[in-house]
Every structure is written in C-alpha cells, then in structure tokens.
C-alpha cells in the first residue's frame, strides 16, 4: 500500500498522529494511506507559508506564469494516471475522472489568460477644484493578502482544490491546502508537478489530518488571511463561527430546485433533471435536488421520470453512513405520505437511485440536502406558491426554470433568490469562466477567474503628488 507524507517547505513529512487508510468506494479495500498530521505540524506549515510569502509576493507575473506553463505541460502527460488514481479513490467513473482532471489542468490556463485583462485603476485628483490637473494622481492596485487557507472536499478534490490554489498562487499568495482525506492521496500526486515545475519551497504546503485535531489550529491560525472552503453547510457554518474576522469564501450545500412550468419543454426538462440529480450518484453541491412541477405537467413528468430513472447504473457513495442518510430522508418521506416510484436498493455503500413523488415541505427531504440518488417530485399550481416554496429554502446555491416562455423566464430568475438561476439546464458550475457561488446556508462570494483574483488580494492605493 502506498503512503503519502505531508509536504512542507518541499519535505516530505511523516504525520505525528501516524498514518489514516483510504478504502476505495468501488470495493471498501484500502486503496491507500496519507499522513496524519498534529497541530503543531499544521501551525509550522502556516508559519512556513508565511515565510515563504514574503519573497512570493515579489516573484513577477511572468515567473509565476512560467511555473504554472510548466506545471502544466507535466500535468498534461501525467493525466491518464492522475484520472485512474481519482477514479479509484473516490469512486468516480473513469470518465467524470478523467474530465475533473483535464478540466483542472484547463482552469489553470484559463487563469493565466484571465492575468491579462487583471487590472488596477487610475484615480483623477482634479476632479477636486483644490487640485490642479496632474497634481494628485491616485494609482488603485491589487495586492496579495499572505497564507490562504485552501479546503477542498471529497467529491472534487482536483477541480476544487485547483479553483482556489491556481488565483491564491498566481496573485502572489501563498498557501496551505488542507484536502478532504478522501481525495488527499490524489491531490499529493497532482499537486507535486508544481514542485517539480519550479514552484518554490513553502509556497504551496499541503497537510492531511483529523479535521477534529487540525481543522480549528488551521481555521484560526493568525497567519492565515484568507479561507477558501468547499463543503457541508455544517462544517462551513462552524467556519464562520471560529473565524478571526479573515475574509472567507464559501462554497456550502446546496438543494437546486427545478421548477417545470406548465411552459416546459418535457423533453428537455426530463433529461436535464435525470442526469442533473443523479450523476457522480447526486454527490454534487450543484445536483438538482428537488423537481417542483406545475400541476398540468406533473403527471407526465413522473412517469417519464421514472423510466429514465430505471435505466441507470450509478457509482457507489463515498461511505456508508453517506447512504444511509439518504435512506434515512427516503423513510421519512414515504411514513409522512410520499409516493414511492422507484424504490431503492440499499447495500453499505451502494444504493440505487429512487424516485418519490407528492413532496410537502413538513417531509425533511423537502428542503434538507440528500448528497445522493433520491429524486423528490413536488407539485405546484400557481407561481405565489412556487416562489414561496423556492425561496423558502434555506440553501440558495443554483434553481433551473424549465420553460420555453421568456417572459416567465425573467420574471421567475428575478424572484428566485439563489447564486445562479440556470435557464432550460440542470445546475452547473462551470463553464469555469462563470461566476460561481451562493447565498443562505449555500455559502459566500462568487469564486470566478478574474472575481477569485479580486477576492484573494486587496486594494491597495499610492498616490502620486507632482
Ligand atoms: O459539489 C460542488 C461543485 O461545485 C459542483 O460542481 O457543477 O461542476 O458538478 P459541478
């Protein structure tokens, strides 16, 4: 079995609290193992990313670019591996393995190119009559903040860790990432192509561990100035708790809503919310986690649900306790009422997706996220009573609005109070060039390209006086 130590300061480290297993969800065998870290190794990895900043924050764009073309080029040809190892560690399918990884690879491109149309700001001083022109000229820059604290979930452990660490890095940050251990193996190997393209020691540390002995000594360590985090709604709630007032950017739960209006495209909004639901098994903040059908289509709609549903093979879930919660959501329902439509087959864990229709909000799967393969069907008639149930929910990450009505479009996207309302699609991140993120318990900010950059720095002005 392979073991991975911490790196820090380019070192490989042995954990003080030994070692933890990671068990593969396609057969529950060890797959292999990663360093557990202590706090006082956790607190050294940020003391040495602080360091470390202090000569990263004058490297020049073009040195960092360079590191990140060459990170790049061995990223590209260690793809295959790097898939098969994501593939294997968190039960992805191949394929959506192989997209997480290409698409990582991508969004460091896209960033480099976002680099040039990242600008500061000229402030005139003779806007003020007491300044003659070329008196006063204000130059508005962005400048880096220092450690970021990276913390990236199970599900995307590549694309989300990535999102964070590629604008951290190039806009002169340094960083610690703190990867979901499931996953963390994966993210040891992807991320040492930046050392060896050239990305200097400290800059990037990354430490594995118990998040009930390293989480909080990392979330309030005074060095940090910045947290990036990607997970539950729990977790990311505890975060702003613990928090010393250091900006956050969070990316929480979310229960994507699709709304099917009576204006709906059938077609089109069974295909989209089948596959919208039950890819990657549901494990997706952005799964569409609740259908909400106008009353003239729902009967339709059901049924064609249904017999896509049938047709599917899914992935296994990350553990079991993870399915259970979701079985835990399907009892409920069904003893408050539900209608079962495809029942579902629970072994550890593995489940197969299910359908439950005639939905009410006092059922928990209503408005509590299933972070799995149960698709909740609820009825609406007028849009009153829509927007009330939508708005009603306490996560406000993506809703789609399935209809070929633009009037009804508009109207529902201005009502409907999330991060993104995605018009005739499922709910998506990307493409990763779009502003992304939520409100409610869904998280903070919009992460982006160029938004990212913008939040990891702060302003910073030098006048000029003639
Ligand atoms: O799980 C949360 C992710 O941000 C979802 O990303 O829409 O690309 O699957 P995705």
Same mark, same amino acid.
């Given at each position: 079995?392979?073991?991975?130590?911490?790196?820090?300061?380019?070192?490989?480290?042995?954990?003080?609290?030994?070692?933890?297993?990671?068990?593969?969800?396609?057969?529950?065998?060890?797959?292999?193992?990663?360093?557990?870290?202590?706090?006082?190794?956790?607190?050294?990895?940020?003391?040495?990313?602080?360091?470390?900043?202090?000569?990263?924050?004058?490297?020049?764009?073009?040195?960092?670019?360079?590191?990140?073309?060459?990170?790049?080029?061995?990223?590209?040809?260690?793809?295959?591996?790097?898939?098969?190892?994501?593939?294997?560690?968190?039960?992805?399918?191949?394929?959506?393995?192989?997209?997480?990884?290409?698409?990582?690879?991508?969004?460091?491109?896209?960033?480099?190119?976002?680099?040039?149309?990242?600008?500061?700001?000229?402030?005139?001083?003779?806007?003020?009559?007491?300044?003659?022109?070329?008196?006063?000229?204000?130059?508005?820059?962005?400048?880096?903040?220092?450690?970021?604290?990276?913390?990236?979930?199970?599900?995307?452990?590549?694309?989300?860790?990535?999102?964070?660490?590629?604008?951290?890095?190039?806009?002169?940050?340094?960083?610690?990432?703190?990867?979901?251990?499931?996953?963390?193996?994966? &993210?040891? /190997?992807?991320?040492? $192509?930046?050392? #060896?393209?050239? @990305?200097?020691?400290?800059? !990037?540390?990354?430490?594995? %561990?118990?998040?009930?002995?390293?989480?909080?000594?990392?979330?309030?360590?005074?060095?940090?100035?910045?947290?990036?985090?990607?997970? &539950?709604? /729990?977790?990311?709630? $505890?975060?702003? #708790?613990?928090? @010393?007032?250091?900006?956050? !950017?969070?990316?929480?739960? %979310?229960?994507?809503?699709?709304?099917?209006?009576?204006?709906?495209?059938?077609?089109?909004?069974?295909?989209?919310?089948?596959?919208?639901?039950?890819?990657?098994?549901?494990?997706?903040?952005?799964?569409?986690?609740?259908?909400?059908?106008?009353?003239?289509?729902?009967?339709?709609?059901?049924?064609?649900?249904?017999?896509?549903?049938?047709?599917?093979?899914?992935?296994?879930?990350?553990?079991?306790?993870?399915?259970?919660?979701?079985?835990?959501?399907?009892?409920?329902?069904?003893?408050?009422?539900?209608?079962?439509?495809?029942?579902?087959?629970?072994?550890?864990?593995?489940?197969?997706?299910?359908?439950?229709?005639?939905?009410?909000?006092?059922?928990?799967?209503?408005?509590?996220?299933?972070?799995?393969?149960?698709?909740?069907?609820?009825?609406?008639?007028?849009?009153?009573?829509?927007?009330?149930?939508?708005?009603?929910?306490?996560?406000?990450?993506?809703?789609?609005?399935?209809?070929?009505?633009?009037?009804?479009?508009?109207?529902?996207?201005?009502?409907?109070?999330?991060?993104?309302?995605?018009?005739?699609?499922?709910?998506?991140?990307?493409?990763?060039?779009?502003?992304?993120?939520?409100?409610?318990?869904?998280?903070?900010?919009?992460?982006?390209?160029?938004?990212?950059?913008?939040?990891?720095?702060?302003?910073?002005?030098?006048?000029?006086?003639?």
């Amino acid at each position: 079995m392979e073991n991975q130590d911490l790196i820090v300061n380019g070192q490989n480290l042995s954990g003080d609290n030994g070692t933890i297993e990671i068990k593969s969800p396609w057969d529950l065998q060890t797959f292999a193992s990663v360093a557990s870290a202590s706090k006082a190794q956790v607190e050294d990895a940020v003391s040495n990313s602080d360091e470390a900043f202090h000569t990263w924050r004058y490297s020049s764009l073009s040195e960092r670019v360079e590191i990140f073309n060459n990170a790049i080029k061995s990223l590209r040809e260690d793809s295959d591996r790097l898939a098969q190892l994501l593939h294997k560690e968190i039960g992805k399918f191949e394929d959506d393995a192989r997209s997480e990884i290409n698409r990582s690879i991508d969004y460091m491109e896209l960033m480099i190119s976002a680099l040039k149309h990242w600008k500061g700001t000229v402030y005139y001083g003779d806007l003020d009559p007491k300044f003659p022109r070329n008196k006063k000229t204000g130059i508005y820059s962005r400048v880096p903040l220092g450690v970021v604290l990276a913390i990236s979930p199970f599900n995307y452990p590549i694309n989300l860790s990535i999102t964070k660490i590629a604008p951290a890095l190039l806009s002169g940050n340094t960083v610690v990432l703190k990867p979901s251990t499931q996953g963390a193996y994966t &993210s040891y /190997e992807f991320y040492k $192509h930046f050392a #060896k393209a050239g @990305l200097p020691k400290g800059v !990037l540390n990354i430490v594995s %561990g118990s998040s009930k002995e390293i989480g909080d000594p990392l979330l309030t360590h005074p060095l940090v100035k910045l947290i990036a985090f990607t997970g &539950s709604t /729990e977790v990311g709630n $505890h975060i702003r #708790k613990v928090s @010393l007032g250091v900006p956050l !950017l969070l990316e929480l739960g %979310g229960k994507d809503i699709g709304v099917v209006t009576k204006h709906a495209d059938l077609d089109l909004a069974v295909k989209e919310i089948v596959k919208g639901a039950f890819s990657y098994c549901g494990q997706r903040c952005t799964a569409q986690k609740l259908a909400l059908v106008h009353s003239s289509k729902y009967e339709e709609f059901t049924r064609r649900v249904v017999e896509e549903v049938q047709k599917l093979e899914l992935n296994p879930m990350i553990d079991e306790p993870s399915a259970s919660f979701v079985m835990e959501l399907f009892n409920d329902a069904t003893s408050k009422g539900a209608e079962v439509k495809v029942s579902p087959n629970h072994d550890s864990n593995k489940l197969s997706p299910a359908v439950v229709s005639e939905v009410k909000p006092e059922m928990r799967v209503f408005y509590e996220e299933q972070f799995g393969p149960l698709m909740p069907i609820g009825k609406y008639e007028t849009e009153e009573e829509l927007l009330k149930l939508v708005n009603g929910s306490p996560y406000g990450l993506q809703a789609s609005v399935y209809t070929k009505d633009i009037d009804q479009a508009f109207r529902l996207a201005d009502k409907i109070e999330v991060g993104t309302v995605q018009i005739n699609a499922k709910p998506d991140r990307g493409p990763d060039n779009f502003p992304f993120g939520g409100v409610k318990d869904s998280g903070q900010l919009m992460q982006g390209t160029i938004e990212t950059l913008d939040l990891m720095t702060r302003g910073k002005m030098v006048v000029v006086n003639t």
